[in-house]
């Protein structure tokens, strides 16, 4: 099923009044550090601290009356699971999370907090998309991705339509948008509100270093998964490969795919708490991390960015303060 700008409006109806308009922001002195202006779009102020709500409700208010009566499973390492939590609780559904076992306190914590029943799983030794559909078998439950569906994909691209207008009223075009590619929702989505609202806009993905395989997957024209390697600060954007609805999205509208190392992730970190007053996570900087670390130039240029989340660990975030990192 292919996804449409006309699938994102319909997204942003179903989210009025549900969803936070993020705002969008902007530093005079990260203006004045890369020589351009960089517009913010803050998603750790999304309800569940981050974009994947947006997804997550649109989905979830698209079941029929019978597939509501089971509830829903997901499996996440924690944004996505908040959202989907979040979104049944709103709609008075049952959820069950399928969590990895070494997802972020704070995440797990939150996830119960709206109302979900978290199940855990070993990321080296489980199959976490067969214990989903194995939990939702028994229980008469629809199961949302995290990223490869159509209602979650137009339901992060109204991310994008909120850039778009909200750009439009400060005045500014914008040259380029940078965000965060995991599974690739998101910037299918915010690249299908972009293609249609400002389609001279470059587009670039951000994937951690060494779990680059949106990148391979462009270069190759094909989906491919990235060499096995040392785990990501990132732990949200550690998706083996982009997704079989994603892929051809963003290799129809990126310009590029960068890469942040982890050291980059964390000095994006501490500069958006000292200089942004904002807390976001390791995956949610990686669009500020390529900017801050001259992956491209913006002199004399406009860039949006995606901060895409703000759920850390309070532990971990006190060591990419103290530059354990």
Do not use: W
């Not at 099923?1 to 530093?27: N, Y």
């Amino acid at each position: 099923m292919s996804v449409t700008f006309a699938d994102v409006q319909s997204a942003a109806e179903r989210l009025a009044g549900r969803a936070v308009v993020t705002p969008l922001i902007e530093s005079p002195a990260l203006n004045e550090r890369l020589g351009g202006r960089v517009l913010i779009k803050p998603e750790t102020l999304q309800r569940v601290g981050a974009f994947k709500f947006r997804g997550a409700f649109n989905r979830l208010s698209r079941l029929s009356p019978d597939e509501r009566k089971g509830g829903v499973v997901a499996f996440s390492s924690g944004n996505h699971a908040q959202g989907v939590a979040l979104a049944a609780r709103l709609l008075g559904l049952p959820s069950l999370i399928v969590m990895p076992a070494d997802a972020p306190t704070v995440k797990v914590e939150a996830t119960r907090g709206y109302g979900a029943e978290v199940r855990f799983y070993d990321r080296a030794t489980d199959d976490r998309e067969a214990l989903a559909a194995a939990a939702a078998a028994e229980r008469g439950a629809v199961v949302v991705p995290a990223f490869d569906d159509p209602f979650i994909i137009a339901g992060q691209g109204t991310a994008g339509v909120e850039i778009a207008a909200q750009a439009r009223a400060l005045g500014p075009s914008i040259d380029l948008l940078l965000g965060p590619v995991g599974g690739g929702g998101l910037m299918s989505g915010v690249s299908l509100a972009m293609r249609a609202l400002s389609p001279a806009t470059g587009l670039y993905g951000v994937e951690p270093d060494g779990f680059d395989d949106t990148r391979r997957s462009l270069e190759a024209g094909e989906r491919r998964g990235a060499p096995p390697g040392p785990r990501s600060l990132c732990d949200a954007l550690e998706s083996p490969m982009p997704g079989k609805l994603t892929f051809p999205i963003l290799r129809a509208h990126l310009a590029g795919v960068l890469t942040a190392t982890d050291a980059e992730v964390a000095e994006a970190m501490r500069y958006a708490f000292a200089t942004l007053k904002l807390v976001v996570e390791p995956g949610g900087a990686v669009a500020l991390a390529a900017l801050l670390a001259g992956k491209l130039d913006l002199a004399g240029r406009t860039a949006a960015i995606i901060l895409s989340g703000g759920n850390v660990d309070a532990e971990l975030f006190s060591r990419v303060l103290a530059g354990e990192y």
